[in-house]
């Protein structure tokens, strides 16, 4: 029971007599030395008793328990009230966030967030002013891309949802928004060729002469390719080294690829496309991969190309070719396992099959005996099941073999021309019967589209960026 505090009628350092009217039950706060102390009148015959109560403070300890607080919902009427009441009545009043100085917030049944609130795109832009909105397109289009958020503090959560399922919100990672990784793989099939051994791709292909261009002012340009072939590959050159070009004033000489090309994108052909696959032939490195960001039908043809002064002469030797590898559709990505199962049509013990990553790197020039890809045991392959098997890689007729490699993280940037290929090589006609190879990975996808009310995306800010959940 709470002590009735306006009992406490005397207050000093002299204790109170029967002449100041002391009763049995009244209360004398004793303020003699450092520490007041509390005292209660418990008998006035034949004398006065004061028996020593509390501290002030131990006093008001008597009011509550470890789980009470003393909440006042008006001037005058303090009362003790449970933790969870006054929760409840802090909710209604607070006006800013609730700051919990870096304490964990443990054991919550549920977290339900304030209805959304709708934001419409502009310039592929939203501002967050809430944990949870719905997101409809830049004047009610069709269609419309998201890629960046703000109004970020580091450690939010956001949701988001289109807010119309008519319209169709497609969230990219061109922006501030990133993606997680997603487990992927591809699959491919090989049989070699009747009567044919030699080298051959899994997942794309590399076509290149074995001899190559060594162009000069006189003779500037070098063609390659069938007319009408749908190669849809990108082209590609090595180079020697750096080109030779005459001292002058501004002079400069790039290397211009010109044919047809393909839009992936779109499907659109465009004759008479050109593009610079050098800009500054004497910048060139050696050994140096270049390729193409267009993808081209048909014969092309690699042109030394004055684009500064006038250089009375200039020169370039380089290897040139397509290339057209996998790239899990062009993504960022990881590759951690290769797996291949096939059947031997013949003998053969020069059989071997390399995994490789096509990322520019391991290219080596040669004037006479160019091979397209990364170099045995170079950092661009990635495994190699000769290198792996040493003495038992032979094929037999008609059985079966396999060769797995896991638990690798070999990273590739789909979106910048990076990619891998298979490269198998045979020494006997139709080696393989059957073969299937497996390449697993993780991939992050390069957008999101959102066209159901049933979609929605959670992200978490890191200070830059939001990260998908």
């Not at 409840?88 to 304490?103: I, K, R």
Request: charged share 15%; glycine share 10%; proline share 3%.
């Amino acid at each position: 029971m709470a002590t009735d505090i306006s009992t406490i009628v005397y207050i000093g350092t002299t204790a109170p007599t029967l002449r100041d009217g002391v009763v049995v039950g009244q209360y004398w706060r004793d303020t003699t030395g450092t520490v007041e102390t509390l005292k209660k009148c418990t008998a006035v015959s034949p004398s006065i008793t004061w028996d020593t109560v509390a501290t002030p403070g131990d006093m008001f300890k008597s009011l509550f328990d470890a789980d009470t607080f003393l909440y006042a919902t008006n001037d005058d009427t303090p009362l003790a009230t449970s933790p969870a009441n006054v929760l409840a009545a802090l909710t209604g009043h607070a006006g800013a966030a609730f700051d919990w100085n870096n304490q964990n917030l443990n054991n919550i049944k549920q977290v339900n967030l304030t209805d959304p609130t709708e934001l419409t795109i502009v310039a592929g832009v939203i501002t967050k002013t809430q944990g949870f909105h719905t997101v409809d397109t830049e004047a009610d289009a069709s269609s419309d891309d998201l890629d960046t958020i703000n109004g970020g503090v580091i450690g939010d959560l956001l949701t988001i949802a289109p807010a119309n399922a008519a319209r169709q919100i497609i969230v990219k990672r061109t922006g501030n928004i990133r993606f997680k990784f997603k487990p992927i793989s591809d699959a491919f099939s090989f049989a070699s060729p009747a009567g044919s051994s030699g080298i051959f791709y899994g997942g794309g292909f590399y076509y290149a002469p074995a001899a190559d261009a060594n162009l000069t002012q006189a003779a500037a340009a070098v063609s390659w390719g069938s007319a009408n072939s749908a190669y849809g590959a990108k082209a590609f050159i090595v180079s020697k080294e750096a080109g030779v070009v005459a001292a002058g004033a501004g002079n400069v000489v790039s290397i211009v690829v010109s044919g047809t090309s393909i839009e992936p994108t779109t499907g659109v052909r465009s004759a008479g496309s050109t593009e610079t696959i050098v800009a500054n032939i004497t910048a060139m490195g050696a050994n140096t991969f270049y390729q193409t960001a267009k993808r081209w039908v048909g014969a092309i043809t690699f042109t030394l190309t004055v684009t500064g002064g006038a250089p009375a002469t200039y020169s370039a030797d380089f290897n040139y070719g397509f290339n057209n590898t996998a790239s899990f559709a062009e993504r960022h990505a990881h590759i951690t396992r290769f797996n291949v199962k096939a059947r031997a049509g013949a003998s053969d013990t020069a059989f071997n099959i390399r995994l490789l990553l096509h990322n520019g790197v391991g290219w080596t020039y040669s004037a006479a005996a160019f091979k397209p890809g990364a170099a045995v045991g170079s950092a661009s392959e990635i495994c190699n099941m000769n290198t792996d098997y040493v003495t038992e890689k032979n094929l037999v007729l008609g059985e079966a073999f396999g060769y797995l490699r896991t638990d690798m993280m070999v990273h590739f940037d789909g979106t910048a021309g990076e990619g891998f290929i298979m490269e198998i090589t045979t020494g006997a006609n139709k080696a393989i019967d059957t073969m299937t190879m497996h390449v697993f990975g993780h991939v992050v996808t390069n957008q999101i589209p959102m066209d159901t009310l049933g979609s929605a995306l959670l992200l978490q800010y890191n200070g830059t960026d939001w990260m998908e959940l």
